[in-house]
């Protein structure tokens, strides 16, 4: 009987043993990192008006803090294009600048692009690193417009002229 008694204790203890054995599991955890690109135009109207005699011999100027804000997941480029120029259009310059919320890094910045020049996509902000949000300024300079040689103001309401500005952001 003991050596009965001995045998169950043994197989007992084996079950034992091996049921208490540490047990493994194995799984992957993975982050995939997408390419994401998103670009806003915080001012959509800019109204440049010549109504004193200093506009029309210093010409005008706007300068829009913060206009265009971006955020990119890898290295950027931002172009301009402008579309449906008023024909005869004064010569309209667009400058960009660092806003607020600055690049890291140093990114490449256009130099006083002509509205009337720009009628295919034209880098304006390019950037080697992304970007977490960045804000940009755009300054809008008109010229001195010489009123006794030019006739482009013609009515009494006085002559708008207009040209839609479309900014987009590429990967690169």
Excluded: R
């Amino acid at each position: 009987m003991k050596k009965i008694s001995f045998l169950i204790a043994i197989v007992i203890g084996l079950l034992l043993s091996t049921s208490l054995q540490a047990q493994t599991a194995t799984g992957t955890v993975s982050l995939k990192l997408m390419p994401v690109q998103t670009i806003a135009l915080n001012t959509t109207d800019i109204n440049l008006t010549y109504s004193t005699a200093t506009d029309y011999s210093a010409g005008k100027d706007s300068t829009n803090s913060n206009q265009l804000t971006c955020f990119s997941s890898s290295p950027f480029q931002i172009t301009v294009q402008s579309t449906a120029v008023t024909a005869n259009m004064p010569d309209v310059t667009l400058t960009p600048s660092s806003g607020t919320t600055a690049l890291v890094g140093s990114p490449t910045y256009a130099s006083a692009l002509s509205v009337n020049s720009i009628s295919t996509a034209t880098p304006f902000i390019t950037s080697t690193v992304g970007s977490n949000n960045a804000t940009f300024n755009i300054e809008y300079k008109a010229p001195v417009i010489d009123v006794s040689t030019n006739t482009l103001h013609n009515s009494a309401s006085g002559t708008t002229y207009t040209a839609n500005l479309t900014y987009t952001i590429v990967p690169q």
